[in-house]
């Protein structure tokens, strides 16, 4: 059977962890669901029995995705699991309602804690919709989206050839060294700037303190004439798209919080740190993102414009001092102290914004899901994109994805703690606020 594969391949039984893998591991432990989910619709219907091949191939190709995450006091690590084959990674099912379903998929969990890796095809009226499941302990959204292309690969290389066998990718490494390297940085630590640090929160999404029940999620998605209105604005006004959507994000909060005016309000905005290797690629499915922490105060009648230039100018003096960075020393650094500690700093931090009532606001733009078209043996995707973990209030986190110059827009979030009619309030102002951006 394919774990015969394992062994031919030679396939090492264990692999290190990183100072990355143990900040999502441990952070979700108490405040998020840990899953970032990919979702692919198609007009048509895929292979299946060559989908479940080719995702029981993708874990010998990413062996990370057959390991589970093995803690312990100074050093956890990677540990390869037994009888992959009988893990079911991959299942589908035939349903009349394809959004119930979808939405019953977002909010299931791991069928085990061990997982790292879950693919589901959902099969209505001829239609097919493909949600995977991607533990963010061992990648994040630019994992999922490398991810995307190797699944896509096996899948059309066996519709070529029954019999292919991705090469194991066993030494690629999934740290930040290569990154440090390239930047010509030899002690990381030394890339640690306490300036740059996150401010004491100031504010939070509105909820509020009953017992978290249910998972949910909430979309907005832009169609191609609006998303292209967006980057022409952008452009136009010497700003970046990224930074036209975290304008409109600032707008939408300062009318949900009211925070106080002339007071600075923060977002950490997440950065692919992958943008500074030559290839722009890692050397295998891995977390390697960063935050930079943004910081804008509320004017009160300040034209959608005015605060654009603002966020512009923020950001641009982030740019020109290597953004993430610091971040990514600060992880380094949490390696040094051992997994234990980590353990209960992290926790301590949880249980000081829970008290607090107070945490970051976080903006994810995970970019362009794939060039279009996605084509999985000549069925081309019509609609791909990204859906953040869900996290528990007070933190709150946009999630951002585009794919054929769409445009969607997604907040995980758990009920009764935080209300549905909040979150909708939200992404009602959130796309008004977008869409004022015209000519």
């Not at 999934?174 to 401010?199: E, S, V, W, Y």
């Not at 504010?203 to 292209?228: C, I, M, N």
């Not at 950065?271 to 009160?300: F, G, M, Q, T, W």
Request: glycine residues 6%; contains cysteine; negative net charge.
């Amino acid at each position: 059977m394919m774990d015969d594969i394992r062994n031919g391949n030679n396939i090492p039984n264990q692999f290190p962890t990183n100072g990355q893998d143990w900040a999502n591991y441990i952070g979700h432990l108490w405040n998020a669901n840990r899953q970032i989910q990919l979702i692919l619709e198609f007009e048509d219907r895929l292979n299946i029995p060559r989908m479940r091949k080719a995702v029981r191939l993708s874990i010998d190709a990413e062996p990370i995705l057959g390991c589970t995450f093995v803690e312990n006091e100074q050093l956890p690590f990677w540990e390869r699991l037994e009888h992959l084959d009988a893990r079911n990674c991959f299942r589908w099912e035939e349903v009349q309602d394809r959004d119930e379903a979808l939405t019953i998929t977002l909010t299931q969990p791991f069928d085990s804690e061990e997982q790292q890796l879950q693919v589901k095809l959902i099969r209505s009226n001829n239609a097919d919709t493909l949600c995977i499941k991607l533990n963010h302990a061992c990648c994040d959204g630019g994992g999922a989206k490398e991810y995307l292309q190797l699944l896509l690969k096996i899948y059309n290389h066996l519709g070529e050839d029954e019999t292919y066998r991705p090469e194991s990718n066993v030494a690629g490494q999934r740290d930040a060294a290569r990154l440090f390297q390239t930047l010509g940085i030899k002690d990381p630590l030394l890339a640690f700037n306490p300036q740059l640090a996150a401010l004491k929160p100031t504010w939070s999404f509105p909820y509020k303190e009953v017992e978290a029940k249910s998972f949910h999620f909430s979309t907005l998605r832009l169609d191609k004439s609006q998303t292209g209105t967006l980057h022409s604005y952008a452009k136009v006004n010497g700003a970046t798209l990224n930074d036209l959507i975290l304008t409109a994000f600032y707008r939408a909060l300062f009318v949900i919080v009211q925070p106080e005016e002339a007071e600075p309000m923060e977002i950490c905005v997440t950065y692919d740190l992958r943008n500074y290797l030559p290839d722009k690629k890692a050397d295998a499915i891995c977390n390697l993102s960063s935050v930079v922490n943004h910081r804008i105060a509320k004017r009160e009648g300040e034209s959608p414009l005015a605060t654009l230039k603002r966020v512009s100018l923020v950001m641009n003096e982030i740019k020109n001092n290597k953004p993430g960075i610091h971040s990514a020393a600060t992880l380094e650094m949490l390696m040094g102290i051992g997994f234990k500690h980590a353990v209960a700093s992290i926790k301590a931090a949880w249980e000081e914004a829970v008290k607090s009532r107070m945490s970051t606001i976080n903006l994810s733009n995970m970019g362009i899901v794939a060039k279009y078209p996605l084509n999985f043996g000549g069925l081309i995707a019509k609609q791909a994109y990204l859906v953040t973990p869900v996290f528990r209030s007070p933190s709150f986190m946009l999630g951002v994805s585009s794919y054929d110059q769409r445009l969607t827009f997604t907040v995980g979030y758990c009920e009764p703690e935080m209300a549905r009619s909040d979150v909708d309030a939200f992404f009602s102002i959130l796309q008004k606020e977008l869409l004022s951006f015209q000519g």
